[in-house]
């Protein structure tokens, strides 16, 4: 029997089905991510239905005209293995075009991933433990640094321009940012946001270990129970951030990407951002 498959897009009031997936599949999203992963591209999130449900659910954002970046790719367990999803991963990576493509995808399908033309660039390893917040004179309220000085960091960080959502970001209620500056110039900032359980940092941007040290600190202090912080394994600083808070490893993705990028300077990246949308 083959199942006919409508696909087509989320609406930004019903993006939350797709973090309401990854919920269940343990990821534990932020309680206000969607709005701002809604915001980058109204085509980005799609669905699968068969019979008029849905099924499966994917998200390939276009951040610009050159970088995309993929997400979100759940099928609903009883309905795996009848071609669902492999439909709706084409229906995303022709949304993608011409365009590169990140992700974020668990260790065991790399090498599925690798054989649709995405090849590994890093490890991300995702770190969780009790928050312990402190505090540094040096940091202040990510919102007396002007939009555009943190739009240029992020830029440093990142593969694309997210202006879009960057802004939402750090607009959403619940999230906190915060910054350290150094006569008047941003040494470093980061958000943390409640999630689906405890507290997760990111982005954590800083140019050196002491810069770091201050951010993790004042934003675990924002933070009730756990916390989670995502590392890229190139970053050893940021490992050893990490493990000396007493945080331990409890997740790994492979970030991979089907094309080249334009440089990005991961020894001042503490902290990713999403799994899902990079």
């Not at 897009?9 to 797709?18: H, N, Q, S």
């Not at 659910?57 to 993929?70: G, M, P």
């Not at 790719?73 to 493509?101: D, N």
Request: hydrophobic share 50%.
């Amino acid at each position: 029997m083959t199942d006919t498959v409508h696909i087509c897009p989320l609406a930004a009031d019903e993006v939350g089905l797709a973090l309401d997936w990854a919920a269940a599949e343990g990821w534990n999203p932020g309680l206000a991510d969607a709005a701002a992963f809604a915001a980058v591209d109204p085509e980005g999130f799609r669905v699968a239905e068969v019979e008029g449900a849905p099924a499966a659910v994917l998200s390939v954002v276009n951040y610009d005209a050159r970088f995309a970046f993929l997400g979100f790719y759940i099928v609903r367990p009883e309905l795996r293995g009848r071609g669902i999803g492999w439909k709706l991963w084409q229906a995303g990576l022709a949304h993608a075009g011409a365009r590169t493509v990140g992700l974020d995808g668990v260790v065991a399908q790399q090498a599925n991933y690798a054989s649709q033309g995405f090849r590994l660039a890093y490890r991300n390893i995702r770190f969780a433990g009790k928050a312990e917040g402190g505090t540094a004179e040096s940091v202040v309220d990510l919102a007396q640094v002007p939009f555009e000085i943190v739009e240029a960091s992020d830029a440093a960080i990142f593969p694309a321009p997210r202006r879009a959502f960057l802004h939402a970001w750090l607009t959403t209620p619940g999230h906190a940012g915060r910054a350290v500056l150094r006569e008047g110039r941003l040494a470093g900032w980061g958000v943390v946001r409640p999630a689906r359980q405890g507290f997760k940092i990111g982005p954590l941007v800083a140019e050196d270990e002491a810069a770091a040290e201050a951010l993790y600190g004042a934003l675990s202090a924002r933070a009730q129970g756990d916390i989670v912080l995502d590392v890229p394994e190139p970053n050893a600083a940021a490992l050893a951030l990490a493990r000396r808070h007493g945080l331990a490893p409890v997740f790994e993705t492979a970030r991979m990407y089907t094309g080249p990028i334009r440089p990005v300077a991961l020894e001042k990246l503490y902290g990713v951002t999403s799994f899902e949308l990079g």
